[in-house]
Nanobody
Framework: QVQLVESGGGLVQPGGSLRLSCAAS????????MSWYRQAPGKEREFVAI????????VYADSVKGRFTISRDNAKNTVYLQMNSLKPEDTAVYYC???????WGQGTQVTVSS
């Protein structure tokens, strides 16, 4: 079955950290660029970060640059998003996306609040 399953979301205080994971199955993960997007209530889904398949090169949205890190483990078919120095405006549902298959996960909620 071709799918992406996110995990690792939750409630965290401002300034805290979370690591999201996205496990892929049913396709050749190592050759697919992978990205993270997020959608806050009442807003459109927005790009967060992307990582290349073979190159591993990365690009970040300006809003998260220097705070978030995208990485991948091709042996585990998993892409990660390490989020540090979290802010209330980072509150959203976070989705991972396979570029080669235009495939989305179900999303994981991240809430940053004191």
């Amino acid at each position: 079955q071709v799918q992406l399953v996110e995990s690792g979301g939750g409630l965290v205080q401002p300034g805290g950290s979370l690591r999201l994971s996205c496990a892929a199955s049913g396709f050749t993960f190592s050759s697919s660029g992978m990205s993270w997007y997020r959608q806050a209530p009442g807003k459109e889904r927005e790009f967060v970060a992307i990582i290349g398949g073979s190159s591993g090169s990365t690009v970040y949205a300006d809003s998260v640059k220097g705070r978030f890190t995208i990485s991948r483990d091709n042996a585990k078919n998993t892409v990660y998003l390490q989020m540090n120095s979290l802010k209330p405006e980072d509150t959203a549902v976070y989705y991972c996306h396979s570029i080669s298959h235009n495939l989305w996960g179900q999303g994981t909620q991240v809430t940053v609040s004191s």
